[in-house]
T-cell receptor, first 110, second 113 residues
Framework: GQNIDQPTEMTATEGAIVQINCTYQ??????LFWYQQHAGEAPTFLSY????GLEEKGRFSSFLSRSKGYSYLLLKELQMKDSASYLC???????????FGGGTRVLVKP | DAGITQSPRHKVTETGTPVTLRCHQT?????MYWYRQDPGHGLRLIHY???????DKGEVSDGYSVSRSKTEDFLLTLESATSSQTSVYFC????????????FGQGTRLTVV
């Protein structure tokens, strides 16, 4: 089976940094995706990690440790528009099927 | 934006009735998926398809069936709707590459009363 855990909710201040952790236990791991989902909208792709290490994309960075079954998404210079849910998803090598964690709702306050 | 549309966007139906949700894409992606999203559970895979007439079950497939007769259309049918199937349903498409991102439709909010 697969188990993916991430915190339910986090609150941060505009301009600050927030780190969202994701731990997973799975067989057939291929890579790890992060998606952003605003309330009432579809998820949209943020990042993909397949190798250990940090991937940086502007204000967002994602880290993966395959040996530890651990990833995090780092959001820097937070803006009000970053208030959303952030979904951690593991993909298996066969068929690109994604297994999602429950999502972390981030609330950015002024 | 990926050309992926779901219909209907909202539906209220009665327990015991059949319901079909449609996912239509204009991107010619081979892989298509149906997920449901419920509070506390995140997105869960219902069924998926790797091509025309090639479908398989996901983790929560009981009570659902799918069909894919054309590359661009993936239909999800609730054979006899139950209140536990009240949810938001998302269709997703992707290419076969292992690092291919999934593109999601806007979702269908289904309420079974």
């Amino acid at each position: 089976g697969q188990n993916i855990d991430q915190p339910t909710e986090m609150t941060a201040t505009e301009g600050a940094i927030v780190q969202i952790n994701c731990t997973y236990q799975t067989s057939g791991f291929n890579g790890l995706f992060w998606y952003q989902q605003h309330a009432g909208e579809a998820p949209t792709f943020l990042s993909y990690n397949v190798l250990d290490g940090l991937e940086e994309k502007g204000r967002f960075s994602s880290f993966l440790s395959r040996s530890k079954g651990y990833s995090y998404l780092l959001l820097k210079e937070l803006q009000m528009k970053d208030s959303a849910s952030y979904l951690c998803a593991v993909s298996k090598a066969a068929g690109n099927k994604l297994t999602f964690g429950g999502g972390t709702r981030v609330l950015v306050k002024p | 934006d990926a050309g992926i549309t779901q219909s209907p966007r909202h539906k209220v139906t009665e327990t015991g009735t059949p319901v079909t949700l449609r996912c239509h894409q204009t991107e010619n992606h081979r892989y298509m998926y149906w997920y449901r999203q419920d509070p506390g559970h995140g997105l869960r895979l219902i069924h998926y398809s790797y091509g025309v007439k090639d479908t398989d079950k996901g983790e929560v497939s009981d009570g659902y069936s799918v069909s894919r007769s054309k590359t661009e259309d993936f239909l999800l049918t609730l054979e006899s709707a139950t209140s536990s199937q009240t949810s938001v349903y998302f269709c997703a498409i992707t290419d076969p590459g292992l690092d291919a991102e999934a593109f999601f439709g806007q979702g269908t909010r289904l309420t079974v009363v």
